[in-house]
């Protein structure tokens, strides 16, 4: 069950009436999406603490830029595309401070771990996700994600990258035969 | 997979791929694990719904009002600082950098041309008068000597110590300390 609210109201209603300078309409907006929000960010940097923070830089610009949203594609796709850059930046300066070692890496599973949806739910799915996540290159990453969590085209996906659409289908493509493959030797472990 | 010629465009969402895995069970297989990673990606981690997102929100709502006012702060502290650099920048100029001029011997006899005469002197740089710089310095040392005294029942003696740069005066202050001769 959902806690909010807000989806009993459309949301190019909630986005329209946000735009407009309504402050409670863009409260519920964001109700409605900072769950995907920070899934994206968790599995873009690997732990709650940077996925968090992430978020809270995503609403800070949706505050400060939610007019600039296209109200026909909807705040998703550019939420998203935020939110990615936001994990960059924390990225960068997690990198830059050397204080704490790269999120990705910090993901651990057990070598025995099964097959995510066969053996596992919930929480175990997720972790068992999130090293596989771990295991692929940034960008093909986060346009993995982008493409399946926040359901960006491949042009919206490449726009928020700064790449071709050539380029990040082929990203897309790439980064879903290594996920997959990952689970499978996974299998391949315990049949 | 056993497939490597198909795997990419059936991970491509190819459509043409679709013929191929009616035939092709190892691509069918890859198909369906495809679909379900897809699935998983779709579904919230159980992480999602434990956070405090009241409070993140209200973090944001914070952060955004004081962003939102970061440019005009910044707008301020530019105009301060023009208007800084622009009283100040004059007083800062150093006076141009004297000309050594080189005493040229007379020509020869039976030289056609005479060189130009030039000074064979170098003129000495002189201390401006009513120099704003050095009016500057002396309130300040004022001030700072009549600030100093409010605060330290000690006497405070200021000397001023002159530089080669008729602009740039060394103030050293120092505590008698009980010491008259100190």
Redesign the interface.
């Given at each position: 069950m959902h806690?909010h609210t807000a989806h009993e109201i459309p949301e190019a209603d909630l986005l329209r009436r946000a735009q407009s300078g309504n402050r409670e309409a863009l409260?519920q907006l964001?109700?409605l999406h900072?769950?995907?929000i920070?899934?994206l960010a968790?599995?873009m940097t690997g732990n709650?603490a940077d996925?968090?923070d992430a978020?809270?830089e995503t609403?800070?610009r949706?505050?400060?830029g939610v007019r600039k949203i296209d109200a026909v594609r909807g705040a998703g796709p550019w939420l998203g595309a935020v939110a990615v850059n936001a994990c960059h930046d924390i990225g960068r300066r997690r990198q830059r401070s050397r204080l704490i070692p790269i999120p990705a890496a910090a993901v651990e599973i057990p070598d025995s771990m099964p097959d995510?949806?066969r053996r596992l739910s919930?929480?175990e799915?997720?972790e068992c996700?999130?090293a596989g996540l771990a295991t692929l290159p940034e960008k093909e990453r986060t346009a993995?994600?982008l493409r399946?969590?926040q359901g960006l085209t491949t042009a919206e996906v490449a726009r928020a990258l700064g790449s071709s659409e050539v380029t990040v289908?082929?990203q897309?493509?790439?980064a879903?035969?290594k996920?997959?493959?990952f689970?499978?030797r996974r299998e391949e472990v315990i049949p | 997979?056993n497939c490597p010629e198909w795997?990419?465009r059936v991970?491509?969402g190819d459509p043409e791929a679709a013929e191929h895995l009616r035939d092709c069970p190892s691509c069918a297989a890859?198909a369906d694990?495809?679909a379900?990673?897809?699935?998983?990606?779709?579904?919230?981690?159980?992480?999602?719904?434990a956070?405090d997102?009241a409070a993140?929100?209200a973090?944001?709502?914070k952060?955004?009002v004081q962003?939102?006012r970061r440019p005009k702060v910044l707008a301020v502290l530019a105009v301060a600082a023009a208007v800084l650099l622009t009283v100040k920048l004059p007083l800062h100029r150093q006076p141009p950098a004297p000309v050594a001029k080189v005493a040229v011997p007379p020509p020869a006899v039976g030289v056609a041309r005479a060189a130009p005469a030039v000074s064979s002197t170098v003129p000495k740089v002189q201390p401006r008068r009513g120099n704003p710089r050095a009016d500057l310095d002396r309130r300040f040392a004022d001030f700072l000597r009549t600030h100093y005294e409010l605060q330290h029942p000690a006497p405070l003696r200021a000397r001023e110590i002159a530089t080669g740069n008729p602009n740039v005066t060394i103030l050293l202050l120092q505590e008698s300390k009980g010491d008259a001769n100190e």
């Open positions: 806690p409260e964001i109700m900072e769950h995907r920070f899934a968790l599995r709650v996925a968090q978020v809270q609403l800070i949706l505050h400060l995510p949806e919930g929480r799915s997720e996700l999130r993995l994600l399946e969590m289908r082929s897309i493509s790439s879903r035969l996920l997959r493959r689970f499978h | 997979m795997e990419e991970a491509g890859l694990g495809l379900r990673d897809a699935r998983l990606l779709q579904t919230l981690p159980p992480e999602a719904f956070v997102y993140i929100r973090a944001a709502r952060g955004a962003r939102s």
